[in-house]
């Protein structure tokens, strides 16, 4: 029998917002529960969607590493977009973060929604990630 899922809230990232854990690890899988742009203090580390995207994306890298894994593990990206003017702005963000991370240009596939709102009305953008520890 494969061993239990381990979970964690991983130091550097904000408490959890209600009884659930930042990652779960089942053997080399990696979940990352949705991310915002909190900073460690729960606070929002921007009002425009650029600004949250980046903090987002550092909070799964965050949530990555302390698995032992990275952001080139990552196999699936789920974004969650608040209001399509918010895409461009999105797009570019990543398009930023991705140059550091993926400079191949071998990027993971990534499937983006646009909602009705988030958990709190001051974010903008989520996004979670499914990896794979390499």
Do not use: W
């Amino acid at each position: 029998m494969p061993p239990l899922p381990t979970y964690e809230n991983p130091k550097g990232l904000g408490d959890p917002l209600s009884a659930y854990a930042h990652v779960a690890r089942a053997g080399d899988l990696i979940f990352v529960a949705g991310q915002c742009g909190f900073l460690e203090d729960n606070s929002v580390g921007g009002p425009d969607v650029r600004s949250q995207t980046l903090r987002a994306y550092a909070n799964v890298r965050t949530a990555l590493e302390s698995q032992g894994a990275s952001m080139r593990g990552v196999v699936r990206f789920v974004t969650y977009l608040t209001s399509s003017d918010h895409v461009a702005g999105f797009y570019a963000a990543r398009e930023e973060f991705f140059a550091e991370h993926y400079p191949d240009g071998g990027y993971p596939p990534n499937t983006l929604l646009i909602v009705k709102g988030l958990v709190r009305a001051d974010l903008l953008v989520e996004l979670d990630a499914t990896a794979c520890r390499q």
